[in-house]
């Protein structure tokens, strides 16, 4: 069974930064990716990044693309986003996702083992 432990979230003024770590256990050795979801509230759970173990291949949410920055440390069995000029509307609760298919997605249905999430709020 696969566990997913997110931490680094907390308080930020805007043009801030943030890294997110999302420690791995279980049997992972199958996978070929993980992601990054948030959801806002009021809002419906979004896609943020999602890199693959083998060869570290990357997409971005539009939104975040060019100030977030996911990678992974397979040694540690740990996936980071790296976040850097937040924005007020970044505030969410981010999620780690691990796809059970091993697929490369940005559809949250693509994947079954969430993390608790961690609140990352970003003030103006």
């Known amino acids: 069974q696969v566990q997913l432990v997110e931490s680094g979230g907390g308080l930020v003024q805007a043009g801030g930064s943030l890294r997110l770590s999302c420690a791995v256990s279980?049997?992972?050795?199958?996978?070929?990716?993980m992601g990054w979801f948030r959801q806002a509230p009021g809002k419906e759970r979004e896609f943020v990044a999602a890199i693959t173990w083998r060869f570290s291949t990357t997409m971005y949410a539009d939104s975040v693309k060019g100030r977030f920055t996911i990678s992974r440390d397979n040694a540690k069995s740990t996936v980071y986003l790296q976040m850097n000029s937040l924005r007020p509307e970044d505030t969410a609760i981010y999620y780690c996702a691990y796809p059970a298919g091993g697929s490369f997605s940005s559809n949250r249905n693509s994947y079954s083992v969430w993390g608790q999430g961690t609140q990352v709020t970003v003030s103006s």
């Open positions: 279980g049997r992972t050795l199958t996978t070929n990716s």
